[in-house]
Nanobody, 120 residues
Framework: QVQLVESGGALVQPGESLRLSCVAS???????????WNWYRQAPGKQRKLVAT???????NYPDSLKGRFIIARDNPNNTVYLQMNSLKPEDTAVYYC???????????WGQGTQVTVSS
């Protein structure tokens, strides 16, 4: 079992930046078994969508619409995954969730989410 706790969400104005954190805890074997670390977001009334992935090996992937604006990184010694969000837009408003998967076909583990609101 892997437990995930997100933090860093806030209310910001368009154009500002924000960094979200996801701290993972659990057994060493459980955390070591994770191959994919993801950030998802879910806007009100919409389905949850993937916004960033970093693999165990360190490669990253983003939806084309977010490339260059969102950056995912991992601090392995502290079992923390970050999502740096730049040039935020109102459409980025959502609850952001951290997710950890062994494989892409697995639902993996989920955090409770952190609210990001971008509004003027």
């Amino acid at each position: 079992q892997v437990q995930l706790v997100e933090s860093g969400g806030a209310l910001v104005q368009p154009g500002e930046s924000l960094r979200l954190s996801c701290v993972a805890s659990g057994s060493i074997d459980s955390i070591d078994s994770i191959n994919l670390w993801n950030w998802y977001r879910q806007a009100p009334g919409k389905q949850r969508k993937l916004v960033a992935t970093i693999t165990k090996g360190g490669s990253t992937n983003y939806p084309d619409s977010l490339k260059g604006r969102f950056i995912i990184a991992r601090d392995n010694p502290n079992n923390t995954v970050y999502l740096q969000m730049n040039s935020l837009k109102p459409e980025d408003t959502a609850v952001y969730y951290c997710n950890a998967q062994r494989w892409v076909t697995s639902p993996g583990y989920w955090g409770q989410g952190t609210q990001v609101t971008v509004s003027s």
